[in-house]
């Protein structure tokens, strides 16, 4: 089982980040893998683990986290990184539509563009939208901000 997303594995294709800080009891992303990548060890309060050996990124688990705690990135286009981010206001972006990407404290750090919106039905609050930032902020940006 391999925790660590390595360079190696960067390169070979998307991968799902999880930032869930807190210990609550919660485990939905368990049973959303297909995969069986995510883990949680021991008791359910306790943080997940991912198998980078078996994430394919496919982004299954994004809507499912009641925390909007997961995301996938992709590192392996040449000149910038994709970032999926769980989405559940309204209206939705749309492809080609471009927007501020904000850090975790929620400071605008760059523009993006979208790239795809997923908005599954049985989903019907969470969507998940796909962005275009600069390379070095693939592990930064967590959010979007649209335009007025
Ligand atoms: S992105 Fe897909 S394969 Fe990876 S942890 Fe999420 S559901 Fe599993
Ligand atoms: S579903 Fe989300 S909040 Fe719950 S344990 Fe998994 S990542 Fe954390």
Do not use: W
């Not at 297909?34 to 994430?55: F, H, M, Q, R, V």
């Not at 705690?69 to 286009?77: G, R, S």
């Amino acid at each position: 089982m391999n925790t660590e997303v390595s360079t190696e594995r960067r390169k070979k294709g998307p991968y799902v980040v999880i930032e869930c800080p807190e210990k609550i009891p919660c485990d939905p992303c368990v049973d959303a893998c297909p995969n069986e990548a995510i883990s949680i060890p021991g008791s359910i309060i306790e943080l997940p683990e991912i198998d980078y050996d078996k994430c394919t990124g496919c982004l299954v688990c994004i809507p499912r986290c009641p925390g909007l705690a997961i995301f996938v990135v992709d590192e392996t286009p040449k000149d910038h990184s994709i970032i999926y981010i769980p989405y559940e206001m309204l209206p939705r972006p749309k492809k080609g539509d471009t927007a501020k990407g904000l850090d975790r404290e929620g400071k605008e750090r760059c523009e993006v563009e979208i790239i795809k919106v997923i908005d599954a039905k049985k989903f019907d609050r969470c969507a998940i939208v796909g962005f275009s930032v600069p390379r070095d902020l693939a592990q930064e940006i967590k959010a979007i901000k649209l335009r007025e």
